[in-house]
C-alpha cells in the first residue's frame, strides 16, 4: 500500500476513526494499530509478514531474557542481533555476495557454480531490522527497561507510517508512547494534514515529473551531452529529495492524526554550506542511528585523528551498503565518507543557525557536489557510472541539455523550501487571510489529482 495511492486515502480515515472511537482503551487501540500496520505492511505481500513477526517475537523475548537476575545477557542480545542481521543478510546481500565471490574466482582461473536464492526482497526490511536491533542493543546497555506489553512492542516494530521508509526510530523515542493513553489535539491533527499535504505535493507534482525526464536523460548514457549529464544530477538530486522527504511528511503527518511523534527526517538539506552539515540534515535518522551504535562504539572522535578518519570512513561504507547490496552504493558511501575527512584533519566553526542570502553560493555549492556524488547512487553498474563519465568528459558542453524543463518543477521548490526553512516543513504556519490559505491548499490537491491520474511510481527508498 502507498501513501499516493487511492487505497491509503481510504485506509487512513478508516484507522483514524477506528482509532479514536477507542480512546482511553489503551490495548484495544494498540490492537488496531497492529493489525492495521500488519494489513498496510502484507498490501504487497502477505507472506513477509512472517518475517517481521520473527523479528519483533524475538526481539521482545531476549530483551524480556536480558532482564532475568541469573541472564547472560551479552549472549541473549547477540543471539537476537544474529538472528535479525541473518534474516536482512539472506534476503539483501546473500545472492550480492555470492555473486561478487564467484567474479572474484573467475578472475583467479577457477569456474564456480553455486546456486543462487531467488528470493524477492520485503520492502523496509532495513528500516525494521535497525529498530529491532536498537532495541536489543538499548536493553543490553540499560538505557531502557524492556516491555512486557508484547503487542506495544510489536507496533513499535510495524508502526504503518514509518514501517516501509522510516524514519528510523529509537526505542526510548516511540515506543513510550505506546504504553500510554493519547489525548486528542485538534491543533496537532491540523499539523498532520497539512503536512501530509506538503509530502504529497513533493511526491507526486515534483518526484513523479522528475522521474520521467530522468527515465530520458540515462538513456544511451555514453551518448548523451556533457550538459545532460550535469542537468542529470541536479534533476535527480531533487527527485531524490522530494520523493523521500516527501515519503517522511506523509509518515509524519499520519502519525500526528494518533497524536504520535515521529523524528524528523530531512532539515531542508540543500540550505547547507558544507558536506558535513548537510550529513546532520539528511536522512537524519539513519545517521543518528549509525553515530549511536557504530561510530560512538567505534570510539568516535575520542582518539586519534587516523582512527577518527577510519571510523568515519566505515560509517559511511555501511551507509553505502545499507542502501543497497551494489557496488555502485558501497563506492557511494566511501565517497561520502572521502568528503567528510577534511573536518577530522581541519578544524573549523560549524555554521549556526539557518542559511541567509548571504550563505547562499555555499548552499548552491554544496547542492551541486551533492547531485555529482549522487550520480553514483543513480548509476545501475559500475559500467553505467563510466558511462557518465565519459559523456561528462567527452561531450558536448554547448548542447541543449535534455530535461531543461525540469526546472519549471525545480525552482518552485526551492523557493516554496527557502521560504519555509524556519519551519518543521513549509505548510506549517502561513501568515495569511482564511481564504488565501485555503486557496492554496485546494490548488495543491488539484495538482495533486491531476498528477495522480498517470502511472503511479513507487517510493525510490522502498527497494532499501
Known sequence: MQFDSYIYALFLPLVFILYWALARRLRLQNALLLAASYTFYGWWDWRFLGLIIATSLTSWASALAMDRPDARRKLWATMSIVLNLGILFTFKYLNFFADSAASLLKCMGMNPDWPTLNIVLP???????????????????????????????????????????????????????????????????????????????????????????????????????????????????????????????????????????????????FFSRSWNELWTRWHITLMTWLRTYVYFPLGGSRCSRARTAMNVMIVFALSGLWHGAAWTFVLWGIVCGLLMLPRVFVKRNKPSGEATWRDLNKCIAVFILFGFVFLIFRASSIAHLGEMAHALVHGSWTAIPMGITALCYIAPLAVVDWMGRRHEFPLEQLPLPTAMRWAIYWTLLALIAYYSTGHQVSYIYFQF
Open 123 to 269: 520492502v523496509g526490511i532495513s528500516f525494521y531490522t535497525f529498530q529491532a536491533i536498537s532495541y536489543t542493543v538499548d536493553v543490553l546497555r540499560r538505557d531502557i527497561k524492556p516491555t512486557r506489553d508484547v503487542t506495544a512492542f510489536m507496533v513499535y516494530i510495524a508502526f504503518f507510517p514509518q514501517l516501509v521508509a522510516g524514519p528510523i526510530e529509537r526505542p526510548r523515542d516511540l515506543l513510550p508512547q505506546f504504553l500510554k493513553h493519547k489525548q486528542w489535539d485538534y491543533a496537532t491533527a491540523v499539523l498532520g494534514m497539512r503536512q501530509i499535504l506538503w509530502g504529497l505535493t513533493k511526491k507526486v507534482v515534483i518526484a513523479d515529473s522528475l522521474g520521467g525526464y530522468l527515465d530520458t536523460m540515462f538513456t544511451h548514457t555514453a551518448q548523451q551531452s556533457a550538459t545532460t549529464i550535469v542537468m542529470a544530477a541536479i534533476v535527480f538530486a531533487t527527485q531524490i529529495y522530494a520523493d523521500f522527504s516527501g515519503y517522511s511528511d506523509i509518515a509524519i503527518g499520519s502519525a500526528k492524526l494518533l497524536n504520535i511523534r515521529l523524528s524528523a527526517n530531512f532539515r531542508f538539506p
